[in-house]
């Protein structure tokens, strides 16, 4: 379980890595370079990801603990 469990955790971050560095790059360039309006437009998709990432993994550690 914990190996499984340690992939998951694995996946789930780079997963969420993607995410963050993709949107930022994405909405860099339509607000003309400014960084902190690409953050201000951004903050609601990576606070979503992160949500789901997080709940994705206590799902799946509560899954592998049923199964034993």
Known sequence: ???????????????FVIVFAGLTAFLYFPTLGNIWWAVQAGWPIWLLTA?????????????LGRKK
Do not use: H, Q, S, T
């Not at 949500?51 to 899954?63: E, P, Q, R």
């Open 51 to 63: 949500v789901l990432c997080v709940a994705v993994y206590y799902g799946y550690k509560w899954y």
């Open 1 to 15: 379980m914990d190996k499984k469990l340690k992939l998951m955790r694995f996946w789930l971050f780079g997963i």
